[in-house]
T-cell receptor
Framework: QKEVEQDPGPLSVPEGAIVSLNCTYS??????FMWYRQYSRKGPELLMY????GNKEDGRFTAQVDKSSKYISLFIRDSQPSDSATYLC????????????FGQGTTLQVKP | GAGVSQSPRYKVAKRGQDVALRCDPI?????LFWYQQALGQGPEFLTY????????KSGLPSDRFFAERPEGSVSTLKIQRTQQEDSAVYLC???????????FGPGTRLLVL
């Protein structure tokens, strides 16, 4: 059983759709929750960073953290073909080094 | 400013060869991390440096893997006697420290034949 579970997809949606991505985790010590976007043959790029429970919005992106359920989500509104990428959830705070524990990643394709 | 850079971007090695992968972090970043990303998987932690001190190497898969950051800036990940299962993308990330945002480089894609 992995510490962080994420459905790998692939997920295919039409342009303009609302996309919902999520991860579950088992370690209650995690305190920091992130979503990274990774294009093919590129390094991960940080999209959202959340501390503890709650919601955070940035443009078309909304991140939600529910620590009681050990569940995090990323919503993408008005999805664009340029959003086609792999989305990785990541968590930290269970150690004193800041190392990230990643989910497997969900591959998203937004069709024009 | 410049981001995290890694070299080489691609490396093909014959089984049994030694390889060295280089990471140039963002200037002034105290923390440096190495991750390994297998095809279709998320990155997995290998090791962590705070300045020149290697504080966590719990993710290194075997004693064939060795990392160093002698002057607290550039880091090198060395893999001795490479095996086919070492084929992966090796990512380097740096941060100002603590739980700060980690900025990733483009990765080195290693293929062991």
């Amino acid at each position: 059983q992995k510490e962080v579970e994420q459905d790998p997809g692939p997920l295919s949606v039409p342009e303009g759709a609302i996309v919902s991505l999520n991860c579950t985790y088992s370690n209650s010590a995690f305190q920091y929750f992130m979503w990274y976007r990774q294009y093919s043959r590129k390094g991960p790029e940080l999209l959202m960073y959340t501390y503890s429970s709650g919601n955070k919005e940035d443009g078309r992106f909304t991140a939600q953290v529910d620590k009681s359920s050990k569940y995090i989500s990323l919503f993408i509104r008005d999805s664009q073909p340029s959003d086609s990428a792999t989305y990785l959830c990541a968590m930290s705070g269970a150690s004193n080094t800041g190392k990230l524990i990643f989910g497997q990643g969900t591959t998203l394709q937004v069709k024009p | 400013g410049a981001g995290v850079s890694q070299s080489p971007r691609y490396k093909v090695a014959k089984r049994g060869q030694d390889v060295a992968l280089r990471c140039d972090p963002i200037s002034g970043h105290v923390s440096l991390f190495w991750y390994q990303q297998a095809l279709g998987q998320g990155p997995e932690f290998l090791t962590y440096f705070q300045n020149e001190a290697q504080l966590d190497k719990s993710g290194l898969p075997s004693d064939r893997f060795f990392a160093e950051r002698p002057e607290g800036s550039v880091s090198t990940l060395k893999i001795q006697r490479t095996q086919q299962e070492d084929s992966a993308v090796y990512l380097c990330a740096s941060s100002l420290g603590g739980e700060g945002t980690q900025y990733f480089g483009p990765g080195t894609r290693l293929l062991v034949l």
